[in-house]
């Protein structure tokens, strides 16, 4: 189910309704667990059965690595939650990227190898870190077991973040869920206010760059270098404002519902450096990859070139994470290259002005955009070779892109000031309801026709 379409906002009036009157924290996260198992069959049923094995799984295994009495024991028991989530993961997301991978190599020899025909589970990539964090998180002592099968399933399967995130830790949202929150018409305006803006950025900025967007990385051979320098630009802009803006919905939704998620995104594009960028873009996956992932592999703590090549191996993975295609590996070896060469200036004496900073690294993240949105090599090649050499061509800049682009500039610049404060429109100023009651006119008015998947649902 869409956050953009009508029978969302009925369902969620009825969830909202339910929960609040509630006797008890048990029949509160009961409503809340079969309503996001609703919103999970929405898409298709079959998969609920996938999201009950991954939680059941994780649930007997987090009490059995409490109760091991060996560091023996309790590594078979994490190798077990290991190998059934990232088996899964590796299964339905990339078992054909494997075989297709092969199969080029093996071409010569004449074997033909065919691919699977396996659908993608939405949102399999966002549960299967939360229930990895959690058995990890048990296995580090860092946290105590959930004894409750509800609790621990609502945990996983919480409707608002399920498919896209933010990656929420058990050690933040268990302990909410393991209480009745008092309700506050503050915190439910404010989180109103929040999806609002979500739905603003998803469906008046994001989805309005993309039609342009869909258009020109499509056939980008077409067109005069300056519109793909736009489309370029434009994408940077669709991806942001479409992934922060399902963040802000589901991050307003869980405030509206009671419960408190954590930030995802800090205005991306203000980066002075590609690890500023990282501490501002999904924050939530960040961390995720810093703290199970490059500390794992030892962090900065063996030398130099161990921490170049647990940077690079992280970035590599975290690339991979996004996407089944080379395209997504090689945007992480991008980033993790770009963070190795920032890591060994920082080094020297050597100092740079922050303006110089900025434009730097909005160029190593635009050109990092590129192999993102571009679906094999060859793609990115031509779009490349447009941006450098192609002088004619179909001149196109759509208004409606132009305006979206420049909105996008002015909420940076806005952000970047003390004008911020008054973009979280407080109830008790006069213009809140006047700016409120035009953001909703918008949306009605001037809505693309039909409702887009938002992005980072391939994912």
């Known amino acids: 189910m869409l956050f953009t379409i009508p029978e969302f906002f009925l369902f969620f009036l009825v969830v909202f309704a339910l929960v609040w009157n509630a006797s008890s924290v048990t029949l509160r996260n009961g409503i809340l667990l079969v309503a996001s198992y609703y919103f999970y069959a929405y898409w298709d049923i079959r998969f609920c059965s996938l999201l009950m094995l991954s939680t059941a799984i994780d649930f007997v295994v987090a009490d059995r690595i409490s109760k091991a009495s060996t560091l023996v024991r309790r590594r078979l028991w994490l190798g077990i939650s290991l190998c059934a989530n990232l088996g899964s993961l590796a299964f339905f997301k990339y078992c054909n990227f494997f075989i297709d991978s092969f199969a080029v190599l093996l071409e010569p020899t004449g074997f033909h190898v065919q691919t699977l025909d396996i659908i993608l589970p939405v949102g399999i990539s966002f549960y299967t870190f939360q229930t990895l964090s959690y058995t990890i998180d048990v296995y580090r002592g860092r946290l105590d077991p959930c004894s409750s099968l509800l609790t621990f399933a609502l945990y996983v399967s919480f409707f608002p973040q399920l498919v896209a995130g933010p990656i929420v830790r058990a050690s933040e949202l268990l302990p909410q869920l393991a209480c009745t929150p008092k309700w506050s018409s503050r915190r439910c305006y404010h989180g109103f206010q929040t999806v609002l803006r979500g739905l603003v950025k998803k469906v008046l900025i994001a989805d309005r760059l993309g039609e342009f967007v869909d258009v020109v990385f499509a056939g980008p051979d077409l067109y005069h270098g300056a519109t793909v320098w736009l489309a370029v630009i434009a994408y940077a802009g669709q991806i942001y404002y479409d992934f922060s803006g399902y963040s802000d919905i589901a991050i307003g939704l869980a405030k509206m519902l009671g419960y408190r998620f954590p930030r995802n995104f800090r205005h991306p594009y203000l980066a002075v450096s590609v690890a500023d960028f990282w501490h501002r873009w999904h924050m939530t996956l960040s961390r995720w990859l810093r703290d199970y992932v490059y500390i794992t592999f030892g962090g900065n703590r063996r030398g130099g070139c161990r921490t170049f090549v647990n940077l690079m191996a992280t970035m590599t993975l975290g690339g991979l994470w996004h996407g089944a295609a080379w395209t997504f590996v090689f945007w992480g070896i991008w980033h993790g290259a770009a963070l190795c060469c920032q890591r060994a200036f920082r080094q020297t004496s050597l100092r740079v002005p922050k303006m110089f900073g900025w434009l730097l690294t909005t160029a190593v993240i635009l050109f990092g955009w590129i192999l993102f949105r571009c ?73 693309p026709r039909g409702f887009t998947p938002f992005v980072y649902f391939q994912f």
């Open 375 to 447: 679906d094999s090599l060859a793609h990115v090649q031509v779009v490349l070779r447009q941006l450098a050499f192609k002088d004619d061509g179909i001149a196109w800049y759509p208004p409606l892109a132009v305006l979206a682009i420049l909105c996008m500039v002015i909420d940076h610049a806005v952000w970047s000031s003390r004008l911020r404060l008054s973009m979280r429109l407080p109830a008790s100023k006069f213009y809140s309801p006047v700016l409120t009651a035009i953001m909703i006119w918008c949306l009605v008015l001037y809505a």
